[in-house]
Nanobody, 122 residues
Framework: VQLQASGGGLVQAGGSLRLSCAGS????????VGWFRQAPGQEREFVSA?????RYSDSVRGRFTISRDTAKNTVYLQMNNLKPEDTAVYYC???????????????????WGQGTQVTVSS
């Protein structure tokens, strides 16, 4: 499985972006797909994931929405009401089998995309 993350950019606080994670080589329809982010000087952190259900970090719940388009083999992360603290490189990752409780654990993911930069100006 190859993952291609895209959709990052520069946006003002309060704005929106939609990130895409396109899968190739194999359908990711049944895979757990997660989004993680890493800000400069910080560790990578969980943002959101989707499998049969969805999961969000406390910092983005209510502002971000993860969804899946099986026809396009793509997972999206709609990010609204962006804040400067959302600035980071965003990575998507996929795993063939994860239970709900482990969706937040980046060590459980087998495949990773290359990352896309999101910058939110104040």
């Amino acid at each position: 499985v190859q993952l291609q993350a895209s959709g990052g950019g520069l946006v003002q606080a309060g704005g929106s972006l939609r990130l895409s994670c396109a899968g190739s080589g194999r359908t990711i329809r049944s895979y757990a797909v997660g989004w993680f982010r890493q800000a400069p000087g910080q560790e990578r952190e969980f943002v959101s994931a989707i499998r049969s259900s969805t999961r969000y970090s406390d910092s983005v719940r209510g502002r971000f929405t993860i969804s899946r388009d099986t026809a396009k083999n793509t997972v999206y992360l709609q990010m609204n009401n962006l804040k400067p603290e959302d600035t980071a490189v965003y990575y998507c990752a996929a795993a063939s089998s994860l239970i709900f409780s482990t969706l937040i654990d980046e060590r459980k993911y087998e495949y990773w995309g290359q990352g896309t930069q999101v910058t939110v100006s104040s």
